[in-house]
């Protein structure tokens, strides 16, 4: 068999970062119906390249066959909408922008981010491949393209609606599978002196938090400033700043401008790739042993769950998260060590975790059944969810958080 090709600079993809085994996409969620029917199952195999270092998965999944009808809408997260404000106003001010400017947003999903620039008098575009959103958009009065980006899309939009002073891809760069393209396409969308905005995930957190658990089929490419820098490179862009964001585990926002217009990249930037230097992310040997950590993290959780059976103590989960089923699938926990879990969202609930065909409850279940110990699966989500959870203290229960280290409390 042919070994995969590094999606960034076309070498084979011989050298493993962490092998998750197979699991099926982390949100297809499955109906009573559809348990005796068969799932597929697709690696979660993370490659990292000799030659150029982008850490990645192989696209196992099309893109199209993911983002084509997309479920998830951004304005149903309030602090996703607060968050995306906040980068409108500080854009703004940053790069001038007025009622002359254009802003483009990749992924713009319903618009949650476009209408503050909109409501700030500065005309605005979104391109959103998913149908059913872009739709949503439209009807909030934000111009939306239906169009998955690539540089032939990109410079089709630009010649038809003019060049962005500022392009926004926010946390949609690691979720396309043609990345190079896809860095064409935000080139062409940009004025020569625009600026470009991507956010990211931070490979740096990854690693020294254990975030394995994000992990999952969608995720193409886990970036560090260092490969984010040479993806941009591809496309003639240079990155010029950089924020350390907290979203999302820890990401970094990236601010970037063609290469003949860029200033002197800025302290920030060299900041982090220090850091990143520091923990050996410029050589491929300083990527090795984090398949080991998650090795320990999966013994520590397995050991528990069995040792709770063995003492007869009952083990439920709280929540449903995409991440909760790359660890449980990982694992290979199944109800027997998990007897059900519990969602707020009442999509979720009735429904079956995909894989591991644990049950999802209303979190009333839990006060009927009194289990000794939660299992929190959106364990970032942990001190909300504890706050949450201060009734199951009456009959006794503990709570317990599988990463960055298990902790029973
Ligand atoms: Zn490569």
Redesign the pocket.
Known sequence: MNAPK?R??G?DLTQTFVDLGTSPPCESYLDADQLDRGETFYPLHVRI?S??L?VQLPAYLAGEDIFSHYAYFSSYSESWVAHAKRYVDAAVARLDLDETSLVVEVASNDGYLLQHVRDLGIRCLGIEPAANIAEVARAKGIDTVCEFLGEATGTEVSAAHGKADLVAANNVFAHVPDIVDFARGLRALLKDDGTLTIEIPHLLRLIEDRLYDTIYHEHYSYLSLITTQRVLAEAGLTVVDVEELTTHGGSLRTWSMPTESAPEPSARVAKVLADERRAGLDTVEGHAGFAQVVSAARDDLVDFLIQARREGATVAGYGAPGKGNTLLNHAGVREDLLAYTVDRSTFKQGMFLPGTHIPIHAPEKLAETKPDYILILPWNLREEITAQLAYTREWGARLLVPLPRLEVY
């Open positions: 590094c960034l600079c070498d390249c030659s150029c982008l």
